[in-house]
């Protein structure tokens, strides 16, 4: 399975960006497809999934400013990240998971800063 993630880069407070993470690979169903970060110092964090079915989570930290969506058919997961601050600063992982496993993309740097 290989996870190919794009789009991070540096951003003025404010400022927005957009992560695309594309799945291939996988022969089982993706049921989960989602974003987590990693701040230097920190735990990994969740940023957002969204199911098979759609449903969707979001931490606290990012509720109202992040958006996330998946194309089914191209098995491709985005998030849109609006007004970001200094403190979304880290590195954002894609991730995958079906019912006993899970892949994690290599991850791209986010930095927010003026």
């Known amino acids: 399975v290989q996870l190919v993630e794009s789009g991070g880069g540096l951003v003025l407070p404010g400022g927005s960006l957009s992560l695309s993470c594309a799945a291939s690979?996988?022969?089982?169903?993706?049921?989960?497809m989602g974003w987590y970060r990693q701040a230097p110092g920190k735990q990994r964090e969740l940023v957002a999934t969204i199911s098979r079915r759609g449903s969707l989570n979001y931490a606290d930290s990012v509720l109202g400013r992040c958006t996330i969506s998946r194309d089914f058919a191209k098995d491709t997961v985005y998030l849109q990240m609006n007004n970001l601050k200094p403190e979304d600063t880290a590195i954002y992982y894609c991730?995958?998971?079906?019912?006993?496993?899970?892949?994690w993309g290599q991850g791209t740097q986010v930095t927010v800063s003026s």
């Open positions: 690979g996988s022969s089982s169903s993706i049921s989960i």
């Open positions: 991730k995958i998971s079906g019912a006993d496993w899970q892949y």
